[in-house]
Structure formats: structure tokens, C-alpha cells
């Protein structure tokens, strides 16, 4: 292994797996505690507001983090570049968290703006970066994303252990500052490895050089974006089935599964440390193994077919406990939710740094921050669609709400794996 590889990756990698790992700190620290903040009485430090009004914040929030990305992304490609979107994204961010460290009901919502519009930045570009770091035909570029992703989670699982406690037990303020400070370590990190992402700059600056030579796509640019197009709406039922963790996922671990082990008692929030937990487990595994697949591996379409199947079978395999929980009015055992967050992880694994990679991959080079954006915009709808889904917890057997979960992820699948050579054919020039 040379200096210039970070674990037989470009050594950029670890600059922006820090970045991300660190934007995410901040991202979930602060989300630990953003409705829980607002439903808290104003005696408390809270803002006093119901249920509904705080969800309807919250909801608009989360969304519109992800819709962001899509001008996130043109910015990058048009006007600035994608280091310098990242940077900027990270500084608006940072500034964010740290306006919502005050106690005042006008810096807390333009923290929140201020947190949408950098995350719009920094979100999509940074993911553009480290595809750019592979070239099309590198085979490593699956196993960089699984490795990169394994950051995001490392972020993810971290944030709330440190601003959750800080908020819930000193000071609301202090977990919001908190997560700031934690965007101002990415950032610091992000300029002094400046020297190691010099090759996206030059590469960014080709594609400017001849970006006026060829103002129109070509055929074979315009099929790889109806491609990405295709997968995105494939993308779209998958977060709907996987983003009901935190939905109906989580009113069945509440109210029909037993929330204790060994004689050891645990509430029922606790199942959603399960999925960061089993990422940083099989992140370095799928890594390791895209690697060793080489050439041999599965072609991008296959895994995000795999992906849609393997979050079908989890539901599927829950469907049985469903049934007997509601009938017998008995909690069925924590293993069942268990297995369902271990398959989903796999099909989480398959699809989304593949996704991210493939995305990368096949856009034409001068728009690969716009169409990032469109790939997030899919995390987003899929979001909205999780919580349509959830709705009907109430209102029709959970066995059948997750049966339908299953046939319909499966079926998606199933669709994609019968379009995948196609999807080959299409994308050829890219040995896709």
C-alpha cells in the first residue's frame, strides 16, 4: 500500500469519509433532540408546542434537507465546483447549529433554514467527490461507497449519545451547539486534507474546459441519465419500505413486542440502534467483498435489485409474529424485530452505497451534483412515503400492512432483476 492509498482506497477518501462522518454527527445530533426540544413545556426550556405542530415542523424539516440537494447540486456543477460547495455547505451548517445554541424562537427557525440550505451543499456534492475520486471502470468504486457509508453511520450512531444527553440532561442549546462543533471538526479536517482531493479540482476543471464544446447531451449521455431516472423510482419504494423504522416499525416494537431480554428491561426506541450497529458490522464486510469480486461482482442494477428483495424478505419474515402478536394479544420475542433489522441492513447495503456510486457513475460528468440531488430527492418522496404507509397501522391488520410492504418491494425487485442486462447493455461505455 502507497502513501497515497488510505486502505487500497485514494487517499481522498478519508478526507471526505471524515466530512460526511462528521456532517452526519451533526445532522443526528441535532434531530436526536429537534422534537423533543419543541414539545418540551417553555418551563422546561422547550417551545411549548403540541404534537401536531412539532411533527409538521419536523416532517417540512427532514424533507426539505433532502429536496436541497437538488440546487445543491447545480450550484456545484454551474457555478462553484464541488469543493467549494462542500466547504461553503459545511460553514452555513456549522453556523446553523450554532444560531440555534440561543434561546430565541426566530434564531431557532433560521437555524433550521440555515441547516437546510447547507446540507443542500454539502449533501450531494460530497458524495460527487468521492466518485470522482474512481474512474468509471474502477472496480473499487462499490467497495469505496460501503466504505464511505460506514462513516455516514459512524456519525449517525455517535450523534445522539453525546447531544442527546447534553440536551435532555443539561441544556437544550448546549446539544444544539454541540452539534455544531462537531460540523467545525469535519470542516477543519476537510481544508488541511485539501492537498489530497487536488485531483478532483483538475478534474473538475477539464470538465469546465470542455463543458461549451458540448452544450447538448449525446444519446449515450441522455440514456444513462433515463437510467438513473428509472432507478430512482425504484429508490422510491425501497426508502418506503425501509424508512418505516420509524414508523410503523416502531408502534409494533411499542405495543406488540416485549421490551425485555434476560430479566433486563429496554424501551422500545432502543430497536433503532440496531440498524447503525449492524451497518458498521457489514460496511467493511461488503467492502472487502466488492473488492474481491472484482470484475466478477454483480453488476450495480443486481445489488439494487438485491437490495429491494432482501427489505421484502424482512418484512415478510416478520409477517408471522404480526399475526400472532395482534390475535393472541401476546408480545412476540425482540429476535423477530432483530432479524428484520439485520435483513434490511443487507438490502440497505446492497442498494444505497451502490445507489450513491451508481448515480456518480453513469451521470454525465458536468451534472453529477444535479442528479445527486435527484437521488436524494428519491430518500426524500420515499420519506413521505413511509409515513402514508404508517397511517394505516390502525386501520388494517399489521400483518397485512406488512405483507403489502413485502409483495410490493419483492415484486420491485423481481422488476429490476429482469431489467438489469438491459440496464447493462444501455450503460456499456460505462462498464456498468
Known sequence: ?????????????????????????????????????????????????????????????????????????????????????????????????????????????????????????????????????????DPRRDSGFSVFYMGINIGAGAAPLVCGWLGQRVDWHYGFAAAGFGMVIGLVQYVLGRRWLEAIRVQRQAIETHAEERKSFTADEWKRVIVILVLFLFAI???????????????????YTSLSLFGWSFPSSWFQVEQPVFVLILAPTFAWLWLRLGSRQPSSAMKFALGLILVGLGYLWIVPAAASAQQTGVRVSPIWLTVLYLVHTFGEMCLSPVGLSIVTKLSPKRIVGLMMGVWFLGTSFGSKLAGWAASFFDLIPVSRLFLVNALTTIIAGAILLMLARGITRLTQPARE
Open 1 to 137: 500500500m502507497s502513501s497515497q492509498d488510505w486502505f487500497g482506497h485514494p487517499r481522498g477518501l478519508s478526507v471526505l469519509f471524515f466530512t460526511e462522518m462528521w456532517e452526519r454527527f451533526s445532522y443526528y445530533g441535532m434531530r436526536a433532540i429537534l422534537i423533543l426540544y419543541m414539545v418540551a413545556p417553555v418551563t422546561s426550556g422547550g417551545l411549548g408546542y403540541s404534537t401536531v405542530r412539532a411533527a409538521s415542523v419536523y416532517g417540512w424539516y427532514t424533507m426539505l434537507v433532502y429536496a436541497m440537494a437538488i440546487p445543491g447540486g447545480f450550484v456545484a456543477d454551474r457555478l462553484i465546483g464541488y469543493y467549494r460547495a462542500v466547504l461553503l455547505g459545511g460553514i452555513v451548517i456549522a453556523c446553523g447549529h450554532f444560531t440555534m445554541a440561543f434561546h430565541s424562537t426566530s434564531l431557532f427557525f433560521l437555524g433550521l433554514g440555515l441547516i437546510i440550505i447547507g446540507t443542500g451543499l454539502l449533501k450531494p456534492n460530497v458524495s460527487s467527490m468521492v466518485g470522482s475520486l474512481y474512474s468509471a471502470d
Open 237 to 255: 419504494l425501497f426508502w418506503g419500505a425501509f424508512e418505516q423504522s420509524g414508523s410503523s416499525l416502531t408502534l409494533f416494537a411499542d405495543r
